[in-house]
């Protein structure tokens, strides 16, 4: 009997273990989320600046 409850003692720190692990890698992921969206948005802005632009040139050039 101590032995199944040594055994699931350990099993329950595994998970434990696990479950701290996955929640320190969620956090990261979740981290890196923002800052791709944060770069996509920047590079959004950019692309839209550009078109404005370049519609602005074209518009200059007789037809």
């Not at 998970?15 to 890698?25: D, H, K, M, T, Y």
């Not at 948005?41 to 050039?61: Q, T, V």
């Amino acid at each position: 009997m101590e032995a199944e409850f040594n055994s699931l003692e350990s099993k329950v720190a595994q998970f434990v273990a696990l479950c701290e692990r996955l929640r320190a890698e969620n956090l990261e992921l979740k981290q890196q989320l923002a800052a791709a969206r944060g770069d996509a948005k920047r590079l959004h802005e950019k692309i839209d600046g550009a078109r404005a632009r370049l519609e602005g040139l074209l518009s200059k050039i007789p037809g």
